[in-house]
């Protein structure tokens, strides 16, 4: 009878110190990775953001035009930042087929050479991906909008494609995308603005990486 | 029945003797590095500093509601979106973070405790961004502030400071990408400090003041 006792308690030590150790206790859902391999090598992987339902939030300064107007939950800046041209927008992430996967945000802000843009894309069952391209014109999105028919302040329905990142690079990456290098395309896909300035449509992320 | 109910005493006791060298492990409640002299400091107060913040269902913050701008997809669930404003050392916002933070699956309750893997994506305009990468175990906060205090009911004994940065860099370090602008290209550590100065379950709020310490190659060109 003792015995049995004594094996219980050391039963019972172990195994909820091995279950401590063992167990995954944090362990994020995984949805199978959307890659093509590209005929000249490497692969090509599209993330998508669809607007508005993925908008997160979006800074409130007069750079982020119609970006901002749009946002549910606007991050107030303090008045040092608001005169600069900066926006900061974070997004939902999702694959080529619809599924949401991740997180990102988005920054556009001066550097020491002019504009850039980077993009911080965290999957969280797959890691990490930086992205950094020349930034945009200030207010690319809205000049293209009025280029098409859109007046501030009415609805406007429509199609207008924007390569806001015709060309950037894949300048880090963490876990399943750690140690690679190569380029993405942002292209903003608009159906709608409405009367509140919200746009719809679609943020398309196309990436092609390898190993180097 | 007799052998059954000794034999689940004794696996109930044992349970509980592991739970409680659990709790007072030693080896999960290590703090990271201490930051180094000549490091740029970047520092944050929450909540004045933050701008927005939007949680998974399944994460938790200290103060905040599971139900504000939820991340409720499976995916995500366990994820957590802060945009932060930083400033120097006199209080001048220098910069604006992306905090986007997700459960790690090297936690460990054994050896390494609850881990968090934290991405930065920190911007200072005029000079470029900064990416930087950590791994933040949050046990010792857990067992020292929200646990006794949330769970437990016990008085708070604060103020506490923290420094959570375990990885994933050698040295319990985070990982720094220059990448863009003056930083591009360049590449260095960091490590992370709060000191939580209010805790109250009872009024749903809680305040801290954190610092980014960012070690970089020639980061005194920068700071010009």
Excluded: C
Excluded at chain 1, 153 to 178: K, N, R, Y
Excluded at chain 2, 155 to 183: D, E, I, K, M, Q
Aim: cysteine-free; aromatic content about 8%.
């Amino acid at each position: 009878m003792r015995a049995l006792f004594l094996l219980g308690i050391v039963l019972g030590f172990g195994g909820t110190l091995a279950a401590a150790h063992w167990v995954p206790w944090i362990s994020h859902q995984r949805l199978p990775s959307q890659t093509t391999v590209v005929a000249n090598g490497g692969r090509a992987e599209q993330f998508l953001i669809r607007l508005p339902a993925d908008r997160i939030a979006a800074t409130d300064a007069k750079a982020g035009g119609l970006r901002s107007a749009g946002a549910d939950s606007a991050m107030v800046l303090p008045a040092k930042f608001v005169a600069e041209p900066l926006l900061v927008e974070h997004y939902k992430v999702r694959d080529s087929t619809g599924q949401v996967v991740g997180i990102a945000a988005r920054h556009w802000a001066s550097g020491d050479h002019g504009m850039t843009a980077t993009w911080s894309v965290v999957v969280p069952a797959r890691g990490s991906l930086v992205l950094r391209a020349p930034g945009e014109k200030s207010g690319a999105l809205d000049t293209a909008l009025q280029r098409a028919g859109y007046t501030p302040g009415s609805v406007w329905e429509g199609t207008l494609e924007v390569a806001l990142v015709p060309g950037g690079t894949v300048a880090g990456g963490t876990g399943d995308f750690a140690g690679l290098s190569g380029s993405y395309t942002e292209t903003w896909k608009i159906t709608g603005v409405d009367a509140n300035g919200a746009m719809r449509g679609t943020i398309e992320l196309y990436t092609v990486t390898r190993i180097p | 029945m007799k052998y059954l109910f000794v034999a689940l005493l004794g696996l109930l006791i044992g349970a509980g003797l592991a739970g409680t060298a659990l709790y007072f492990n030693p080896f999960t409640v290590h703090t990271g590095a201490a930051p180094a002299a000549g490091d740029r400091v970047l520092r944050y107060s929450l909540p004045d500093q933050v701008l927005t913040a939007a949680v998974g269902e399944d994460a938790m913050l200290a103060g905040r509601s599971k139900t504000v701008d939820g991340l409720w997809e499976e995916t995500i669930d366990r994820t957590a979106v802060l945009g932060l404003v930083l400033t120097d050392e006199s209080g001048q916002p220098v910069a604006i973070a992306s905090r986007l933070m997700a459960g790690s699956p090297s936690t460990d309750l054994l050896l390494t405790g609850v881990v968090l893997s934290d991405y930065w994506l920190v911007t200072l305009p005029g000079q470029g961004t900064l990416f930087v990468r950590s791994d933040s175990n949050v046990w010792p906060f857990l067992k020292e502030t929200l646990l006794p205090v949330w769970l437990f009911d016990r008085p708070w004994r604060g103020p506490a400071v923290y420094r959570p940065t375990v990885g994933p860099n050698a040295g319990n370090t985070a990982s720094v990408l220059g990448v863009a602008g003056v930083f591009e290209g360049k590449s260095g550590s960091a490590v992370e400090r709060y000191d939580v100065t209010a805790f109250s379950p009872a009024q749903n709020s809680a305040a801290a003041v954190g610092e980014l310490f960012v070690h970089l190659p020639e980061q005194q060109v920068a700071q010009q």
